[in-house]
T-cell receptor, first 114, second 113 residues
Framework: DADVTQTPRNRITKTGKRIMLECSQTKGHDRMYWYRQDPGLGLRLIYYSFDVKDINKGEISDGYSVSRQAQAKFSLSLESAIPNQTALYFC?????????????FGPGTRLLVL | AQSVTQPDIHITVSEGASLELRCNYSYGATPYLFWYVQSPGQGLQLLLKYFSGDTLVQGIKGFEAEFKRSQSSFNLRKPSVHWSDAAEYFCAVAKINTDKLIFGTGTRLQVFP
């Protein structure tokens, strides 16, 4: 079984709809992240959480919100989806530490906003 | 501000040829440096990382990278490429004492038989 899972894997929605992307991990890591990937732009950090009570904005948090329901679960919400949020979204996890820790990525959710 | 530059958007090599993917970073101190690979339809997988010590780092799948402080570079190399190496490769830098990765824009590798 995969250590980091994301649901759904693919999603098509319409402008203005609220959607939630979910991430679960079995690695026992405290730290979780949400990134979006756009062609030619690499991955950009949306939100990150160092433990259940700690939520932090990344470089592109506008239009997104997150919820850390448990150590193993970290959800990303788009309150009112817009077409420029069409992207590939990745969840990642890591152990706490000094910054050299590996981040483990889920398989991604491909989102299309019409 | 930290940044990572991968100057090659797309590289094509023949199977068995050597490979070098370039990565330059901008950071005021010695950073933590990473190379990740993304195979089609997959998430990212760590190939190797550098944070101190020997500047030549060995990774999985026969890859290595060399940290060169004077050139602010962390180029990825492989002596003989296999068709299964076709993927997108991302260089990333982390600020020391944080887990926040800054990614480059990626290099797509195509391998011809």
């Amino acid at each position: 079984d995969a250590d980091v899972t994301q649901t759904p894997r693919n999603r098509i929605t319409k402008t203005g709809k609220r959607i939630m992307l979910e991430c679960s991990q079995t690695k026992g890591h405290d730290r979780m992240y949400w990134y979006r990937q756009d062609p030619g732009l690499g991955l950009r950090l949306i939100y990150y959480s160092f433990d259940v009570k700690d939520i932090n904005k990344g470089e592109i948090s506008d239009g997104y919100s997150v919820s850390r329901q448990a150590q193993a679960k970290f959800s990303l919400s788009l309150e009112s989806a817009i077409p420029n949020q069409t992207a590939l979204y990745f969840c990642a996890t890591s152990d706490a530490g000094t910054g050299a820790e590996t981040q483990y990525f889920g398989p991604g959710t491909r989102l299309l906003v019409l | 501000a930290q940044s990572v530059t991968q100057p090659d958007i797309h590289i094509t090599v023949s199977e068995g040829a050597s490979l070098e993917l370039r990565c330059n970073y901008s950071y005021g101190a010695t950073p933590y440096l990473f190379w990740y690979v993304q195979s089609p339809g997959q998430g990212l997988q760590l190939l190797l990382k550098y944070f101190s010590g020997d500047t030549l780092v060995q990774g999985i799948k026969g890859f290595e990278a060399e940290f060169k402080r004077s050139q602010s570079s962390f180029n990825l190399r492989k002596p003989s490429v296999h068709w299964s190496d076709a993927a997108e490769y991302f260089c990333a830098v982390a600020k020391i004492n944080t887990d926040k990765l800054i990614f480059g824009t990626g290099t797509r590798l195509q391998v011809f038989p």
